[in-house]
């Protein structure tokens, strides 16, 4: 079995990944009922209902997610509802506070999954490339920016995430070992991957490139190894896990049909797609671009010093990146699939520079050095989580305002919204009860006429597609004809300008977290002065 040079203490070792372990977890735990019972992380309301909505029928009706992430979750909350003795109808064990807590059960699983992930990379990397490049591509992990952050809620990626990795760490095997176990359990895991989330696809590729890395080792020709039964056997394993995982993709065509011609049309704001967006905007946001320069340096780095195993790493890392580049609708989450594939090429070049080390400054300093380097480099990682934590530690905007309007206007009340678009937008207004309600802006004259007393506009620079605050003609109207009553900006004066995922409408930066006091964008009342 091959190994790396670079050996580290096995107790250290096993010291070190349960350090790893306990602050990833502790990362991805933290602030983890943000915002709740409020719903502000878009998506997370189109997956919880779901996966408490299995009573009669297991058919999801929902093809945009693959269902099996709904299923696990709807196992998880069943078995709170059985384990506390609450009942056994879902909708009326978790309807008290807006489904608050099925939603912070659905985000402890992904968290639960993320911290899993950590140790997760370790397994799959240390037999083929040794204990200190295992450490370092768990360390990558732990503290990725990305990761930490999309481990809080109740999304497919970071649970599609750790199944992707158990399957690399099979394919992996079938690198250096290729028994008929290691094809199947890789078939089971890009089945479970793919199963929770599309965007896992790619690693068909990874397990069909380690098949000929392998079946080269053993110098095979190539026509012999397409004819390997292995091969097939992962493949088929693939297709049944995913059949099983998410059946109703395939039983309820009609439903594929109706969810691709709606997501067809997604695209992103110009400028949002592409490699220069994927690279620099989507890659270099979400991971920082210290990590991301390092990161590409390890891939290049392995391309000149293949070893064993990394033929599929390659191959999976260019048909992700691949992949992304060519998507119209580009989210910044996506990163996470060829982050967990990099980290492990990052750890490669990081346990070769500690290994090089002793050889550029002397025995002595060296090893202390490169490790002290890539502690250095993940610094930056660590201060953004931390810092994310602080801000979602806060109330979001939307929850300060909700408060003011419900001591400040009594229902029921119609409030109309800037920026209000019903059709598809309303992620920029608070979560207010029925009795309010919030409608499009018109002429101020009309607006009194209807007994209408108060404006509201939310706005927040990098997120304007989803709250771009008032039109200039509507600024002038207001700033004459009304009375600002409340402001609640989020922005720190004079702070550098947050950065969001402008597709994504989650009013969270990736970049400059600590500018902003709360999350949430700008928001602003307006009280309508009385004409004569």
């Keep these: 079995m091959p190994g790396a040079p670079a050996q580290i203490n096995r107790k250290l070792r096993v010291a070190i990944l349960a350090a790893l372990v306990v602050m990833g977890g502790w990362l991805r735990f933290a602030a983890i009922g943000f915002g709740l019972p409020d719903k502000f992380r878009p998506d997370e309301d189109a997956i919880v209902p779901k996966a408490l909505d299995f009573e009669q029928d297991w058919n999801p009706h929902f093809a945009i997610y693959p269902a099996a992430q709904l299923y696990l979750l709807h196992a998880a909350l069943r078995s709170y509802a059985m384990v506390t003795w609450s009942g056994t109808n879902l909708q009326e064990v978790y309807a008290a506070d807006r489904q608050a807590l099925a939603y912070l059960i659905a985000r402890e699983v992904s968290a639960a999954m993320g911290t899993a992930t950590i140790p997760a990379v370790y397994w799959a990397a240390a037999p083929a490339f040794g204990p200190t490049a295992a450490l370092a591509s768990a360390a990558i992990v732990a503290f990725s920016p990305v990761h930490a952050r999309e481990s809080k809620f109740a999304k497919m990626q970071v649970p599609s995430g750790l199944w992707l990795v158990l399957a690399i760490g099979m394919m992996l095997r079938i690198s250096y070992r290729g028994r008929s176990s290691d094809y199947a359990l890789a078939g089971f895991f890009s089945g479970l991957a793919t199963a929770t989330h599309y965007q896992a696809v790619p690693i068909v590729f990874g397990v069909l490139t380690a098949h000929l890395e ?236 209807e007994g209408i007393r108060w404006v509201l506009s939310a706005s927040l620079p990098g997120l304007a597609r989803y709250s771009p605050g008032p039109s200039a003609a509507e600024q002038k109207a207001l700033d004459s004809e009304a009375t600002l009553v409340l402001d609640i900006n989020p922005i720190r004066e004079g702070a550098p300008t947050p950065v969001f995922d402008p597709i994504d409408a989650f009013y969270v930066p990736y970049q400059h977290i600590s500018s902003m006091r709360w999350p949430g964008p700008r928001i602003r009342i307006w009280m309508l002065n009385h004409t004569e």
């Design 214 to 449: 392998s079946r080269r080792r053993e110098n095979r020709p190539l026509l012999t190894a397409l004819f390997d039964a292995r091969i097939y056997n992962a493949g088929f394993a693939t297709v049944l896990t995913f059949f099983c995982a998410t059946p109703y993709i395939v039983l309820d065509p009609a439903q594929d049909v109706r969810d691709y011609a709606f997501t067809k049309g997604f695209t992103g704001p110009p400028g949002t797609a592409g490699w220069s967006y994927l690279l620099f905007r989507v890659m270099g946001d979400s991971l920082g671009i210290v990590l991301l320069i390092f990161l590409l340096l390890a891939v290049v780095w392995v391309v000149f010093r293949s070893r064993l195993g990394t033929p599929g790493l390659l191959a999976l890392t260019a048909v992700n990146l691949l992949s992304l580049a060519a998507s119209p609708y580009l989210l910044y989450r996506y990163a996470i699939n060829p982050l967990l594939v990099m980290a492990l090429l990052g750890g490669i070049f990081a346990a070769d520079l500690i290994e090089l080390a002793p050889n550029w400054v002397g025995n002595r300093y060296g090893i202390s050095l490169a490790v002290s380097l890539f502690a250095l480099l993940l610094a930056p990682s660590l201060i953004s989580d931390l810092q994310l934590d602080r801000l979602l530690l806060q109330p979001d905007t939307r929850t300060l305002a909700r408060r003011w309007i419900l001591s400040h206007i009594s229902p029921p009340a119609v409030i109309p919204a800037t920026d209000y678009l019903p059709i598809w937008n309303t992620f920029g207004e608070p979560q207010l009860p029925a009795t309010y309600g919030f409608a499009p802006m018109r002429d101020l004259d009309l607006l009194r006429a």
